[in-house]
């Protein structure tokens, strides 16, 4: 009887023993195979979900690039200044359409206007990267409205404009009198030339003249988009209004440019027309010319349209002064005279402040820490330094304005200013 247990206890023993040797092993194959046919359902859901991410960030890049091409076409409108607008890319400074985007990298022929590149910095990769979408194919543009990309295997088309109309061909209508606010009538309007230098479309300028009719108006066609040099002169006695008009896409607008002598009238008229303000370009040098032009060869044409720029090579001021366009009203009380400027410091520390000259005297107020990127500077006199009293015409006409810059320390990078102006406020 005792052997008997012993023997079952035996065996049942090594029964457990079996099981758990059994229950050790791990995985089946069946658990295995299933185990690997989920982990690959949910890699190919992942690499799909992955591959729609890529497509899609290789679209939004190739929108954002196109959108920068057809600016560097056109221009940027949220670019200003003085609150007008006053980048046109290409098409601002050849008057056409680029025939490629290449012509936007490299000057396509030894045009004189071509101010590029026209692409943002850190945009071009290369010299023909920047023409190939996010898929390696390259956009399609020829000269004309839209830039296509097909590089997806589906059409992303980046539309600039509606017609190239809008900014080939635009309208500036506008009303010539006198001080007396004469209209020049039978006997003068003959005298008067209205000549508009726009770019040519073919990499120079050309000048076109007009006439107003009897009534004074005129009305100048074809213009193409951007910021162009308007001239109006009395021939007999060469007397000349100069003003900087901006014409913008689809642009038609009327103005009244006046000139400061009574010549189509010996006298009368209404006088001051009311309150408001005349804004003086620069048009000439004036006393002293110290700084550094880039992109015209006269110092005052850098900083009249703000094409170009000047800027100072030192650690001591420079200065520049210039002469400026005669106001258009001459009749009513000054209340200030303020002068701008456009500048910035290019990294290193700088100074910059605004100039006047007057009855032969230099006024140099109390300069400014330039900030790290272009902006607008001013000082004003409501009353002529010089004298202490109230501004009068005379005064203004022969006037000059300037700005003066410098460096705060030896080494460094130089500032710059692209712009410098006068507005002049008066009333009733």
């Given amino acids: 009887m005792t052997l008997s247990l012993k023997y079952i206890c035996l065996r049942m023993s090594g029964h457990d023993m079996k099981y758990s040797r059994i229950n050790q092993a791990g995985f089946s194959l069946i658990e295995l195979l299933v185990v690997i046919v989920i982990i690959g359902i949910l890699a190919a859901v992942a690499m799909q979900s992955m591959n729609v991410t890529v497509e899609d960030v290789r679209e939004t890049g190739t929108e954002r690039e196109m959108e920068m091409l057809a600016k560097a076409i056109v221009g940027d409108p949220a670019i200003t200044s003085g609150g007008v607008r006053s980048d046109f890319g290409y098409v601002g400074d050849i008057g056409a359409f680029p025939a490629n985007l ?230 009513c009380t000054i209340t200030s005279v303020t002068i701008y400027f456009v500048a910035r410091r290019m990294g290193s520390p700088a100074s910059g402040g605004a100039i006047l000259r007057t009855h032969g005297t230099l006024y140099r107020p109390a300069a400014e820490n330039l900030s790290n990127t272009f902006t607008t500077y001013s000082y004003q006199w409501t009353t002529n330094p010089s004298t202490g009293n109230g501004w009068t015409w005379t005064e203004v006409i022969n006037m000059e304005i300037g700005v003066r810059l410098k460096r705060n320390s030896m080494g460094g990078n130089n500032p710059r200013c692209t712009e410098v102006w006068a507005v002049v406020e008066y009333e009733t």
């Avoid at 066609?221 to 951007?226: C, K, M, N, Q, Y």
């Avoid at 900083?303 to 009749?331: C, I, K, L, M, W």
């Fill in 102 to 331: 290449q012509a936007l990298y490299e000057n396509p022929g030894g045009y004189s206007t071509w101010d590029g590149s026209y692409l943002p910095p850190g945009f071009v990769r290369d010299s023909t990267g920047f023409k190939m979408d996010e898929w390696g194919a390259a956009y399609s543009y020829s000269g004309g409205i839209s830039i296509t990309s097909s590089g997806s295997g589906s059409t992303i088309t980046k539309k600039i404009t509606d017609a190239t109309s809008d900014y080939l061909l635009n309208q500036l209508n506008g009303i010539i009198k006198d001080i007396n606010d004469s209209l020049p009538g039978t006997t003068y309007y003959d005298s008067v030339d209205i000549k508009i230098t726009v770019p040519d479309g073919s990499g120079s300028t050309e000048t076109k003249t007009y006439h107003p009719d009897s009534t004074g108006a005129f009305t100048l066609d074809s213009l193409p988009a951007g910021k162009h040099a308007l001239r109006i002169i009395y021939t007999p006695q060469a007397d000349t209004l100069l003003r900087y008009v901006t014409i913008l896409p689809r642009h038609k607008s009327s103005k009244t440019y006046t000139f400061a002598a009574g010549h189509f009238s010996t006298g009368g008229g209404s006088g001051c027309s009311g309150s408001g303000s005349d804004f003086l370009r620069p048009v000439g040098s004036g006393s002293t010319t110290l700084l550094t032009p880039v992109g015209y060869a006269d110092n005052w044409q850098c900083v009249a349209d703000s094409a170009g720029y000047v800027h100072a090579t030192g650690s001591n001021f420079q200065r520049d002064e210039y002469e400026t366009e005669d106001p258009a009203d001459t009749s």
